[in-house]
């Protein structure tokens, strides 16, 4: 929610959140060993999966309803954001797999280190 909800007010935010979320990212990861980092990149490839496909949704709904144009062609603003709407959730349903499963990564890789 941290990158998609921006989205829907200004669709080019999500952008820029995602890119402050890899930076953060970067800043803790720069600390730790390399056998920590290699043991963690599974879980930082899925759960970074999940905040791309988080901000795309976003950036759909935001531009469905600034210009549905460049979505849909022949639909007018409202059409357009039920109907990006209805995508959003379908990209939020692999989100949640891809979290999910990330979660499943790290427990493991916790319990093995």
């Keep these: 929610m941290f990158v998609t909800l921006p989205g ?63 979505l849909y062609e022949d639909l007018n603003r409202r059409e357009s954001l039920r109907l990006s709407t209805k995508e959003c959730l379908k990209l939020y349903a692999v989100v949640t797999v891809l979290l999910a499963f990330g979660a499943l990564v790290e427990s493991v890789t916790i319990s093995l280190l």
């Design 8 to 70: 829907f007010v200004l669709f080019p935010a999500p952008m820029v959140l995602i890119v402050y979320r890899g930076l953060t990212w970067g800043s803790y990861l720069y600390y730790i060993s390399p056998v920590t980092f290699f043991a963690s990149l599974p879980t930082i490839i899925l759960e970074g999966e999940a905040y791309v496909f988080a901000c795309v949704a976003g950036m759909i709904v935001g531009v469905s309803w600034v210009k549905p144009s460049l």
